[in-house]
């Protein structure tokens, strides 16, 4: 595996790959790898012939008071992983490299209707920031396919819209959530539980599979969100959304089948996240918009 932090370097080599007709694929990333990301490298294995991992922490994703500076950074171990998992190339460039002239002065993009609410509301111009590297990043390695996780839903569904606004070339696979024996998600955050909390987390994943349940079973949508926070409060968290969503993202209506469950919630100093699909039965899509 090549490591590389210039941006020349970078795109000399992947000009000799595409001039091979090789097929590219790159796995943004922002380290601190566990599961979940591996399970991404070897998507991009099956579908390409050179993978690429990005990494780099990536500050105008990160909001004031937000964990920027804490942030973990395992660049060595991260590195052993990616070789071993069989990426190609590695590229980790510094915050100067990417952004020359600062972050006030940076040409931003923005993506519109998706990256509002849930996590966009939560978190103002963090989409922003994520659709602006992943499009700096998709401008230098030009893959022919990306991979994401589900696990960051309202991410993904942000990437695909800008690729498909800007018409960009380029594929994206999303990637099933990787999740630890017990349910929870895998996230590099989950580094900030404590015993205790990381005991408590899997009442995340619980609570969505029971609200899924319910809803398919046909419970009105609106009281089973209400009975979901509630059991998230009651289990330690504090609730930042617990939403029913049309597939992308939209609201849910009375012609709704194919829905997703999103929710965020912070547990001590992690705030956690998780997605769950749903398939509607007729008795709840009529009382969805009740």
């Known amino acids: 595996m090549r490591t590389l932090r210039d941006i020349d370097q970078l795109r000399s080599i992947l000009r000799e790959h595409r001039l091979r007709g090789q097929r590219i694929a790159l796995v ?33 994703q990160f909001g004031p ?54 996590c966009g509301g939560s978190r103002p111009g963090h989409f922003d920031g994520v659709s602006t590297v992943v499009s700096m990043l998709f401008n230098l390695v030009q893959p022919d396919i990306a991979c994401f996780g589900e696990k960051d839903y ?32 895998l996230s590099s955050r989950n580094g900030y539980l404590s015993k205790q ?35 998230l409060s009651d289990a330690g968290f504090t609730p930042d959304y617990l939403e029913l969503r049309e597939l992308m993202l939209g609201p849910i209506s009375g012609a709704t089948h194919h829905s997703v ?6 547990l001590g100093p992690a705030r956690l996240i998780d997605n769950l699909r749903v398939e509607l039965p007729a008795s709840a899509i009529n009382t969805a918009t009740k």
């Open 65 to 118: 008071g937000e964990d920027l500076d804490g942030y973990p950074r395992t660049f060595s171990a991260d590195q052993t992983q990616l070789s071993d998992a069989g990426c190609d190339v590695l590229f980790s460039p510094t915050v100067s490299a990417l952004y020359p002239n600062g972050l006030d002065a940076q040409t931003r993009v923005h993506v519109p209707v998706v990256g509002e609410g849930l």
């Open 154 to 185: 309202q991410q993904l569904a942000v990437i695909r819209k800008m690729v498909r606004d800007l018409h960009m070339p380029i594929d994206i696979i999303g990637v099933p959530i990787v999740r630890a024996d017990d349910g929870l998600a």
């Open 197 to 231: 909390e990381r005991a408590a987390a899997p009442a995340l994943y619980r609570t969505l599979c029971s609200l899924r349940d319910a809803l398919e079973r046909g419970a009105p949508v609106e009281a089973a969100l209400q009975q979901g926070t509630a059991a």
């Open 261 to 266: 469950l999103l929710a965020a919630a912070k």
């Open 28 to 60: 943004p990333t922002m380290g601190n790898l566990h599961a979940g990301h591996l399970a991404l490298i070897a998507c991009a294995r099956k579908h390409a012939d050179i993978v690429v991992a990005s990494l780099f922490v990536n500050p105008m």
